[in-house]
Structure formats: C-alpha cells, structure tokens
C-alpha cells in the first residue's frame, strides 16, 4: 500500500505538465487510499486485541476446566465412599434382622395409648369446666366476693375466706356459711368420681388460744371442721373426703398487710379427678421393649 501510494507521488511530481483537473483527481485518490490504509490499520489494531481478550478468555475457561475436573473427582471420591458406607450400613441391617413390622406395631400401640390418655385428660377438663359453671351459677353475688373458684392443671381449687367459714379465732364453723356449704356439698356429690382435699391455710401471726398449740394446729383443725360438716350434715361420702393443713407456709400474698394476711388466712376446697383412673391407663400402657 505505502509502495502504491509513493509511486503515485512520484508520478505526479514528474508529469508537472498533467492538467489541474487531473492532478486534483489524482488527490482525491490518494487521500481516499490513505484514509483506507488508516481504517485497514484500525482494524488491525482492533483485531489483534479482541485476539488478545479471546485468548484471555480461553485460559479462563481451561482454568475452570481443570477446577471442573478436579471438583469431578472429588465428587466420585465422596460418591463411593458414601456407597460404600451405605452398603456396609445395609450389611449391618440385614444381619442384625431387624423386625420393620414388629417396630411398626410398637409405635402405633405407643401412640394409641397416648391417645387414650389425651381423651382422659380431655374429658377430665370437660369435667371440670361444667363443675366450675355449675358451682359459679349456684352461687350468689355476695357469695362470689368470698368465695374463688378456679381451674389449674385440671384440679378444680375452690378458695372460702376465714371470716365467711369460721367463727372469729376459732375452727368451729359461723352459721352463715352453711348456705355456702350445702351448694358444694351438691356439687360434689354431683360428681362421684372425684376426690375431695379440704385444705387449711393461715397467716402468720402465731395463734395464743387454749387447745390450739400453733397455726399448724388451726388450720388442720379448720380443714377437720369442714370435713366433717361435709360429711355429717350434707352427706357427702367420707372415704371421698382428705383434711390437711399447711399453716402460714402456703401464702397467696406478702404477709406485712391487713389484707395479705386476710387472703392467706383461707381453706380450699380442692376437687380432683381420682388417680386411680390414670394409674388404670398407665397400667395398660405398652411394655417396653
């Protein structure tokens, strides 16, 4: 291309006599030609670099080959160390003759047993639910401020204040709480396959009264009264009927108050499904293997 071009000039330098038309054409030639040239060496230019960035990418992908091929045989490594593991797993199975359908068996009676203690513990809380409304609707507006009744962990806890049950200082029984009394004995005896604990608490202000040592003393003494009024006057069954007494060691509320001392001061009628039923079912229960 240079050649062409210096020949060209060349011959126009020599022929000086060419006319001004022709040597104007002749220009018009050579700077197409260089501009030519100059677009041929762009896109040479342009070709030896995307030659370039192609060869870069070849090592990259022959890079990521190898990393491929490495990762590959890895793979195959893990894979037949697995197989083997899962073999030597299946071996062990087979030789140990494990029983699929017997362990299957096991489970589902398992499971058909706790079945049947959700069921239990479901109609045990039925049970108590309908207690409690009952017992709430039998009871009067000023009865309800003396008297809590409340469900917890599927034990019915009926809660009687001192000055409503008992004569003041005293575990003899007021008169006025005999109304009270009667509707729980119905409730009770309404429900046979419950047991009954009447429970004694009381504050801790140490009792000084003849025939009553300390506040253990009371309020065994207060649970007893009431178990007998139960018993001898409302006719519920004895063999149903628990007394016990805790003292001051069972607070509700701090001790250092009028009133936290006269919510301790307290006996609670406690109504709890019998156990006997519940030690039935977990007699049944599937013996282990």
């Not at 062990?92 to 009676?109: C, F, H, P, R, T």
């Not at 959700?118 to 639910?129: F, P, Q, V």
């Not at 419950?194 to 253990?216: A, F, H, M, Q």
Request: charged share 25%.
């Amino acid at each position: 291309m240079k050649k062409l071009i210096l020949m060209l000039a060349a011959g126009l330098m020599l022929t000086s006599c060419v006319s001004k038309k022709k040597l104007t054409t002749l220009q018009d030639d050579y700077n197409a030609l260089q501009t030519s040239y100059n677009t041929l060496q762009a896109e040479h230019q342009q070709a030896n670099i995307t030659l370039a960035e192609n060869r870069a990418t070849i090592n990259s992908l022959e890079e990521r080959l190898k990393e491929a091929q490495a990762g590959q045989q890895q793979m195959q490594v893990a894979y037949t160390e697995l197989k083997r593991s899962l073999d030597t797993s299946l071996q062990q199975s087979y030789e140990g003759n494990v029983n699929i359908s017997k362990l299957v068996d096991e489970i589902n009676a398992s499971n058909r047993f706790i079945h049947q203690l959700i069921e239990a513990k479901d109609r045990s809380d039925s049970l108590n639910m309908v207690l409690t409304n009952n017992l709430t609707r039998s009871l009067t507006q000023q009865e309800m401020q003396e008297v809590d009744v409340q469900v917890l962990k599927g034990v019915v806890y009926i809660s009687l204040a001192d000055n409503m049950l008992y004569e003041s200082g005293s575990f003899n029984i007021h008169p006025r709480a005999a109304q009270t009394l009667s509707k729980i004995a119905k409730i009770i005896m309404d429900y046979p396959d419950y047991d009954v604990l009447i429970e004694g608490n009381t504050d801790n202000v140490p009792i000084s009264k003849t025939g009553i040592r300390n506040n253990w003393d009371l309020s065994c003494l207060r649970a007893a009264s009431v178990v007998m009024e139960l018993q001898t006057r409302y006719g519920v069954d004895p063999k149903r009927l628990t007394a016990g007494g805790r003292g001051e060691y069972n607070p509700i509320a701090k001790n250092d108050t009028q009133v936290g001392r006269q919510r301790n001061r307290r006996t609670q009628i406690i109504i709890t499904p019998k156990l006997d039923q519940f030690m039935d079912l977990i007699e049944q229960a599937p013996a282990e293997n």
